[in-house]
């Protein structure tokens, strides 16, 4: 359960928590401090403790040079994104300087798309869970390669989509919206291998991107799925669970009530199609509204999202 603080409560322990850091916390907002006091029921040595470990694995891996597309520099999107203003809407293209092993990562996805906001301005992230080959992912995939492709994914989406999404909203903006939704999933895909991808997925959100999540919806989930949610429960905090919704075939009104019909796809009961986009809403291999992307000379062999020059140049990178 969420631990609700008054507007003067909270300033005081931001104050606290800011005297703790030192000078660490001079660049960091308020909201930014919050979602760690959250994460930790606003315990200020918790909060603390999970900032600092946060710093030092950003430096560490040097996630705070990590390139990400803009609208300026033109890198090539890690994924499908709809419907913001600093960047076009784009697919998942074999375009040079993505590396292979992203394309490898999502020839093996059902689909997913960063597609519109929902009624607070928040980023709605669609993934198309049920036509995963989980499988074939744990085979032809490695940790490394499906976590460095997550993390440069939450790069993207926080250094570049919300604060987009800030920008119209006119406020704050720090937590996303997710649908998965698990039409055809079936006993096939339950493959414990492919579950400890999400576990280290999971683990890395809530340790180093702490609520940032505004709630998840899982539709059209089967009786099978059962089972899985008591695997992956245990990996998650309890404010986590509280935010996520397993809903059966029965969902519209209660994707309707956070999500703007016009924002929300055809297939999950809105009114969106995105037909001037190959594959629409969420394009998708698996289903085939989209061409298979085959890696060209151009896509290096390497574990990271970009080829190694980008990854080098990071930040500073410039078209």
């Not at 590396?99 to 996805?109: A, D, F, G, Q």
């Not at 939450?154 to 720090?174: G, H």
Request: glycine share 6%; net charge neutral.
């Amino acid at each position: 359960m969420a631990i609700h603080k008054t507007a003067q409560e909270s300033d005081a322990i931001i104050k606290e928590l800011r005297l703790k850091l030192g000078p660490k916390s001079k660049t960091m907002k308020d909201e930014y401090l919050i979602q760690f006091l959250v994460a930790r029921s606003w315990s200020v040595s918790g909060a603390k403790n999970q900032i600092e470990k946060t710093l030092e694995w950003r430096e560490k891996h040097k996630v705070n040079e990590h390139p990400v597309a803009t609208g300026e520099n033109k890198l090539p999107l890690l994924y499908p994104i709809r419907g913001y203003n600093s960047i076009p809407d784009g697919n998942l293209e074999a375009a040079p300087g993505l590396s292979e092993s992203v394309l490898r990562i999502n020839k093996y996805m059902g689909g997913s798309c960063l597609h519109k906001t929902d009624k607070n301005g928040c980023p709605i992230y669609i993934e198309r869970l049920g036509y995963h080959a989980a499988k074939e992912i744990a085979k032809y995939t490695t940790v490394e390669e499906v976590s460095n492709y997550h993390i440069g994914c939450n790069e993207f989406l926080n250094r570049v989509i919300m604060e987009d999404c800030s920008r119209v909203a006119n406020k704050t903006i720090n937590h996303e919206t997710v649908i998965f939704d698990c039409t055809g999933m079936g006993w096939h895909q339950l493959h414990m291998p492919a579950l400890h991808y999400l576990r280290a997925i999971s683990d890395a959100d809530q340790n180093y991107y702490p609520e940032t999540l505004s709630r998840l919806f899982l539709v059209n989930a089967p009786s099978s799925f059962v089972f899985v949610w008591k695997i992956v429960k245990a990996w998650l905090d309890p404010g986590t669970i509280d935010k996520i919704k397993i809903l059966g075939s029965d969902y519209k009104e209660e994707l309707l009530q956070y999500i703007p019909a016009e924002n929300l796809p055809s297939f999950l009961g809105g009114e969106c199609t995105c037909a001037h986009m190959p594959g629409g809403c969420v394009p998708s291999q698996m289903l085939k509204n989209i061409p298979s992307l085959v890696p060209q000379s151009h896509n290096e062999k390497v574990s990271t999202p970009y080829n190694t020059d980008i990854m080098q140049k990071g930040t500073s990178y410039e078209d």
